[in-house]
């Protein structure tokens, strides 16, 4: 069993859609929680971080973490077509031990 | 802030040959930078951990003798992929912190380099 999971779609909206992005993890000790943005041929770009469980908004995009599912989400609403990208969930469980695990990360495509 | 520079973006080097990658922090210090390599629409598996001035910490099952890394200051790494062969054909992508942040807070990383072996 991977430690992080995260269904790679592709997933296929709608301009203006609600895109709702899942991990689920095995490791409780996980502590810090990413989401990143990878555009075709590029790197990574952080978009949401946060520590244990809550939410936390940052213009169009909510991220939530339920330490007690093991889960984390990711929404964007009023999804636009450049949110098209590759979505991945990150996180560390060591405190300055600085190593991500990434989830296989989800395919988006919002069409206009 | 917090810029992470890769060069080159894109290589193609013949079988055999070695090939140079460098990361930069453009405009902080990092005292740790990291190697990722990415698959085709696969995740980023951490390959080694890169400390300025002092050896690298490879995950297990990455070869340290092909896959050479030196940080010999505190904005730049370099990753040498030495005698490549097609199979090391893949992304890799750099990433660091700035030094002067704390240690939980989030990695920043570079655009990747695509290397080709024929």
């Known amino acids: 069993q991977k430690e992080v999971e995260q269904d790679p779609g592709p997933l296929s909206v709608p301009e203006g859609a609600i895109v709702s992005l899942n991990c689920t993890y095995s490791?409780?000790?996980?502590?810090?929680f990413m989401w990143y943005r990878q555009y075709s041929r590029k790197g990574p770009e952080l978009l949401m971080y946060t520590y244990s469980s809550g939410n936390k908004e940052d213009g169009r995009f909510t991220a939530q973490v339920d330490k007690s599912s093991k889960y984390i989400s990711l929404f964007i609403r009023d999804s636009q077509p450049s949110d098209s990208a590759t979505y991945l969930c990150a996180m560390s469980y060591l405190q300055g031990a600085q190593k991500l695990v990434f989830g296989q990360g989800t395919r988006l495509t919002i069409n206009p | 802030g917090a810029v992470v520079s890769q060069h080159p973006s894109w290589v193609i080097c013949k079988s055999g040959t070695s090939v140079k990658i460098e990361c930069r922090s453009l405009?902080?210090?990092?005292?740790?930078m990291f190697w990722y390599r990415q698959f085709p629409k696969q995740s980023l598996m951490l390959m080694a951990t890169?400390?300025?001035?002092?050896?690298?910490?490879?995950e297990q099952g990455v070869e340290k003798d092909k896959f050479l890394i030196n940080h010999a200051s505190l904005t730049l790494s370099t990753l040498t992929v030495t005698s490549a062969h097609p199979e090391d054909s893949s992304f890799y992508i750099c990433?660091?912190?700035?030094?002067?942040?704390?240690?939980?807070?989030?990695?920043?990383f570079g655009n990747g380099t695509r290397l080709t072996v024929t």
């Open positions: 890169s400390n300025e001035g002092s050896k690298a910490t490879y």
């Open positions: 405009d902080f210090q990092a005292t740790t």
């Open positions: 490791n409780s000790a996980f502590q810090y």
């Open positions: 990433s660091a912190r700035a030094a002067a942040r704390a240690a939980n807070s989030p990695l920043h």
